[in-house]
């Protein structure tokens, strides 16, 4: 089926068009600049920007995947979960659309849209199933076991607190670097001494295990930066940047690669894929693949394109569950900023 989907949980206005499994089109609008100054996503400000946005990206999408509107089988839309106002701009787009052109509208779930974005990875088998998958971005860091893309995918765990590119965002502010953090603290840290500061790995001990066995917490750790540079300051030291970023930077692929192989190991799944913003992360990718291998866990990484927030991976997920027979949405769904994974 031809699909185009609306992607606007968070500041990414992403448009992409799809032919079942072939990506035809996949733009990218963000307002990230806009955000900059206040050093993190204004809910209002991503809202208004996607307004702006969504009808000059959709025409570049249309045109990009030299397709008509009106040769489109199905509108897809995420629904949640994301920012309450900047998913209501979407789904209100994507619904005008659908009713305009008398197609089928289906919701989908932007955690499994993720998930869906291996798909659409042109020059390798799609990924088989059972998988776990791991997605750190600036608003989510979750673990999830997909038994099924279409019928069956389980949140593990998530953060309970800061996700982990916001940790990497705060870190940089603590720092005195510029929003994104991420790109920043990886140039900061260049030459440093990884083992310089054993920062905390979050919810990594034996009573954690219990409670938050595939959960995340980054906000004790970003505390533990501050307070490290505050007593150096306070005693008149100087601050070894490189050594504090690669320190932070280690600390966070540390929890992140060990409780995603866990789970991979607990539930005898020996597929990894990961998704989102961090996975820009050279040094996650890297440990990844290395303790992964070792594991004999195979991991899967979509482009950048597809892993950041795109409109792609939501088109291509609706292209599955409308080839699975799954019935489209009705018109009464809304926004749900905290939409359930099973939804
Ligand atoms: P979502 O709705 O998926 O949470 P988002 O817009 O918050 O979307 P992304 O756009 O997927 O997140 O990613 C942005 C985040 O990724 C920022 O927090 C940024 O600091 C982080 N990031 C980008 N590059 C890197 C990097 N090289 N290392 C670590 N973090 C990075
Ligand atoms: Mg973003
Ligand atoms: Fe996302």
Redesign the pocket.
């Given at each position: 089926p031809l699909v185009l989907g609306i992607e606007t949980?968070?500041?990414?206005t992403g448009i992409g068009i799809v032919r079942g499994r072939t990506l035809l089109s996949n733009t990218i609008a963000?307002s990230?600049d806009e955000h900059a100054r206040y050093g993190g996503?204004v809910p209002e400000v991503a809202a208004r920007a996607h307004l702006e946005a969504l009808q000059p990206a959709i025409e570049r999408a249309v045109a990009e995947a030299g397709i008509r509107l009106a040769d489109l089988d199905a509108v897809a839309v995420t629904s949640g979960p994301?920012?309450a106002g900047a998913l209501m701009v979407g789904v209100g787009a994507a619904k005008a659309l659908a009713v305009s052109l008398g197609k089928p509208l289906y919701a989908v779930n932007?955690l499994v849209g993720?998930i869906a974005a291996d798909i659409l990875t042109a020059d390798s088998e799609p990924l088989e199933y059972p998988t776990v998958a791991l997605?750190?971005?600036?608003?989510?860091t979750s673990l999830l076991l997909g038994r099924d893309l279409t019928t069956d995918v389980e949140l593990l765990g998530e953060t309970v607190d800061d996700?982990?590119?916001?940790a990497?965002?705060k870190v940089?502010r603590i720092l005195g670097l510029p929003?994104?953090?991420?790109?920043?603290?990886?140039r900061a840290a260049q030459g440093g001494d990884p083992t310089a500061i054993r920062f905390p790995r979050g919810l990594s001990r034996a009573s954690d295990r219990e409670k938050h066995r595939w959960d995340f917490s980054f906000s004790g750790l970003k505390t533990a930066v501050a307070r490290w540079i505050e007593q150096r300051e306070a005693a008149g030291e100087e601050i070894p940047l490189a050594d504090v970023a690669v320190s932070f930077?280690e600390a966070?692929v540390d929890v992140l690669v060990s409780k995603a192989l866990d789970a991979c190991a607990a539930h005898g799944v020996p597929r990894l894929l990961l998704g989102?913003?961090?996975i820009?992360?050279?040094?996650?990718r890297e440990v990844a693949l290395e303790r992964a291998a070792a594991q004999g866990v195979t991991v899967r990484i979509p482009p950048l394109s597809l892993?950041?927030?795109n409109g792609a991976m939501i088109a291509g997920l609706a292209a599955e569950l409308i080839a699975s027979g799954r019935p489209a949405s009705t018109l009464a769904f809304g926004a749900d900023s905290t939409l359930p994974v099973t939804e």
């Open positions: 949980s968070c500041d990414e963000s990230m996503v994301g920012l932007h993720h997605l750190v971005s600036g608003g989510h996700a982990a590119g916001e990497f965002d940089a929003y994104p953090g991420g790109p920043q603290i990886d930077r966070v989102g913003g961090v820009a992360n050279r040094r996650l892993c950041t927030d």
